[in-house]
Nanobody, 127 residues
Framework: QVQLVESGGGLVQPGGSLRLSCAAS????????IGWFRQAPGKEREGVSC????????YYADSVKGRFTISRDNAKNTVYLQMNSLKPDDTAVYYC????????????????????WGQGTQVTVSS
């Protein structure tokens, strides 16, 4: 059974940091292009950051460039999103997604579509 499980969300003050994890089971992550997406109440889903399956090239939304870093640990079958300098506008439910058909990170993030999705983890940035 293909499954993605996110963890690491929570409440953090502005300027703080969080690291989200996405653990995969039932398939091998390094065969998939992986992405982190977020959705805030009343807003459309946004592709935050993605990493391609073949060459590890990354893509970041302009809103998070320089603050967020995506990485993958193939040995642990896990993808991470390190989030620094968090802002209230980063508040959202964060989802990870894995797709075997998209070959480039940017296409996955911009399309906001994927074959497999996790259940999401809440990130709240507030003082």
């Amino acid at each position: 059974q293909v499954q993605l499980v996110e963890s690491g969300g929570g409440l953090v003050q502005p300027g703080g940091s969080l690291r989200l994890s996405c653990a995969a089971s039932g398939f091998t992550l390094d065969h998939y292009t992986i992405g982190w997406f977020r959705q805030a109440p009343g807003k459309e889903r946004e592709g935050v950051s993605c990493i391609s399956r073949s060459d590890g090239i990354t893509y970041y939304a302009d809103s998070v460039k320089g603050r967020f870093t995506i990485s993958r640990d193939n040995a642990k079958n896990t993808v991470y999103l390190q989030m620094n300098s968090l802002k209230p506008d980063d508040t959202a439910v964060y989802y990870c997604a894995a797709d075997p058909f998209f070959t480039t990170a940017q296409v996955l993030c911009v399309s906001k579509r994927s074959t497999n999705w996790g259940q999401g983890t809440q990130v709240t940035v507030s003082s």
